[in-house]
Nanobody, 121 residues
């Protein structure tokens, strides 16, 4: 079992930055693929980025490439998402998840409760 708690969301103006964190507790954070996902109002949950256990393999959806950076600190059991050049379309609840495969949402076993990111234009 893995417990995940996101933090760092908030209200930011377009063009601004936020850094999300996801603190993990429980079994074997360092051995799990981790991912960030988001869900905008009225839409289904979508993938954002994923990172392999060592951090060597990272994947982004096209809409965030060059603006978002996923990283992890296995010693602290924490996952991060640095978001720069934010746009209004990035507004969503952001979730971290553990134990899946790449960007495949349905493959993830454990989910956090989410943190709201609102980008004002």
């Amino acid at each position: 079992q893995v417990q995940l708690v996101e933090s760092g969301g908030g209200l930011v103006q377009a063009g601004g930055s936020l850094r999300l964190s996801c603190a993990a507790s429980g079994r074997t954070f360092s051995g799990r693929v981790m991912g960030w996902f988001r869900q905008a109002p009225g839409e289904e949950r979508k993938s954002v980025a994923s990172i392999s256990p060592s951090g060597a393999r990272i994947t982004y959806v096209d809409s965030v490439k060059g603006r978002f950076t996923i990283s992890r600190d296995n010693a602290k059991s924490t996952l991060y998402l640095q978001m720069n050049s934010l746009k209004s379309e990035d507004t969503a609840v952001y979730y971290c998840a553990a134990g899946g495969t790449g960007l495949r949402i349905g493959s993830y076993d454990f989910w956090g409760q989410g943190t709201q990111v609102t980008v004002s234009s």
